[in-house]
């Protein structure tokens, strides 16, 4: 019994004891909880789950010369680091960035393990076309994009792979182009050929109609003197700036239904048909810096016109628009027709005839003694209306200013699809 007892009173004192340091855990308001070590975070990656990001339980091999983010594995970034050469490229690499180095050759051994790539980046080098080995590029079966500008080319590179969509060649020295150039490019969404030396003998052959999935084709600052024939019905944009292109065949544009823009400044346009831009899709239409005389049919779609630097002495807006149909509106919202020979502002009429026109920009005028005309800058009334800022700007210097946005807005010769 006095066994008993003595456990009897140890257990006494052992539940007071625990009691009295859970009353002390109660009154003790000021205290902080410490953090779980298991806290569970919002979002968990568990093993042998696929969430669409390459990873890789080991780092794979990158060239000493270049950096290879952990978070994009498959992208190896070597662009200026004043390289000579194509350094050895891991086999898992998809992004491949060479850009503003001084290579001079691409050999055929340059990718002979990358068979994955999708994209490769060799712009602003010196690279010519004697340099590229034959094939080279061609054996790349996964290759998208290929970048090319601003080196030392003299020829369309050929041949290229079949999987190829987009092809940058801008500010080059082509002036050749192989027949077979074109052959196999059925991917091809995206041409590039600006600042090159293209004359018209090269596109003889329609060799661009091959690519019958192009949708953009840029040969601004050429050598060209007429249109180029055979161009694919699928094309959506079409840049011909700065070249010495004088007229267009009346049917050209019927073969381009799809059109959506067409920039040809600075050429040497004069008598064009007057329904010559008569096309369901176009957008914006640039012909500025030009020589034309009078104005022509103006499409219901067409949102941007550009007209500046021609010798319009009268705008017709009969000839713009023939009829008005209050189901199908004309969709125009600015024009601009700053130097030219207008010694007077449009007919009100177009403000009928093009319902969703906010500006018409005059700026300067020519006159035929040589001096120049300001004109005030039309507003439509109901655009006035919802923005107070235009009731305060007698001068129309808001519209200059706002002019001036919408050209630097569109990028001289690149479009985003």
């Known amino acids: ?119 490769i980046n060799l712009s602003h080098n010196k690279i010519k076309s004697q340099k590229i080995d034959y094939g080279v590029f061609a054996k790349l079966s996964n290759l998208l994009q290929l970048h090319l500008e601003h080196n030392n080319l003299e020829e369309f590179p050929f041949p290229l792979p ?35 030396r293209l004359h018209d003998s090269m596109f003889k052959e329609n060799l661009l109609a091959k690519m019958e999935n192009l949708m953009q084709l840029n040969l601004c600052h050429n050598r060209l ?13 079409l840049s ?3 070249n010495s292109i004088s007229s267009i065949p009346k049917s050209y544009f019927n073969a381009l239904p799809k059109l959506h823009a067409l920039r040809m400044s600075h050429n040497k346009l004069q008598d064009i048909p ?29 949102e941007h016109l550009y007209l500046e630097n021609n010798e319009i002495e009268n705008v017709n807006v009969t000839v713009m628009c023939p009829s008005t149909d209050p189901l199908h509106q004309h969709h125009l919202t600015y024009l601009r027709v700053d130097q030219n020979k207008l010694k007077e502002p449009i007919n009100p009429y177009i403000f009928f005839c093009f319902p969703h026109i906010h500006s018409i920009y005059y700026g300067e ?35 200059s200013q706002e002019h001036g946005e919408t050209e630097e807005h569109f990028d001289p010769h690149y479009y985003e699809i």
């Open 274 to 302: 007057s329904n010559i831009f008569n096309l369901s899709n176009l957008v914006e239409l640039n012909i500025g810096h030009n020589k034309l005389k009078q104005a022509f049919y103006i499409p219901r779609n067409l």
């Open 365 to 399: 005028q020519r006159s035929t003694n040589g001096q120049t005309i300001q004109m005030k800058t039309q507003v439509f009334g109901r655009f006035q209306e919802d923005d107070d800022s235009t009731d305060h700007d007698p001068d129309g210097t808001l519209e």
């Open 240 to 242: 011909l700036e700065n």
């Open 225 to 237: 003197e007429s249109m180029p024939p055979g161009l694919p019905s699928s094309l959506m944009y």
């Open 162 to 196: 079949q999987s190829l969509e987009r092809l940058l060649l801008g500010y080059n020295n082509i002036s050749s182009l192989h027949t077979n150039a074109m052959d196999g490019l059925i991917n091809l969404t995206m041409l590039d050929l600006c600042y090159n």
């Open 1 to 119: 019994m006095g066994f008993l007892s003595l456990v009897c009173v140890l257990f006494f004192f052992l539940e007071v004891k625990v009691y009295c340091q859970y009353e002390a855990y109660q009154w003790d308001e000021d205290y902080d909880q410490e953090t779980d070590d298991n806290y569970q975070t919002e979002f968990q990656l568990h093993e042998n789950v696929d969430y669409g990001v390459p990873s890789y339980q080991h780092p794979l091999g990158c060239a000493s010369e270049c950096f290879c983010p952990v978070n994009f594995p498959s992208s190896m970034y070597c662009d200026n680091r004043k390289l000579k050469s194509i350094p050895h490229i891991p086999v898992h690499i998809q992004q491949l960035y060479l850009q503003f180095n001084e290579i001079e050759a691409v050999t055929a051994n340059s990718f002979i393990n990358a068979t994955y790539l999708k994209e």
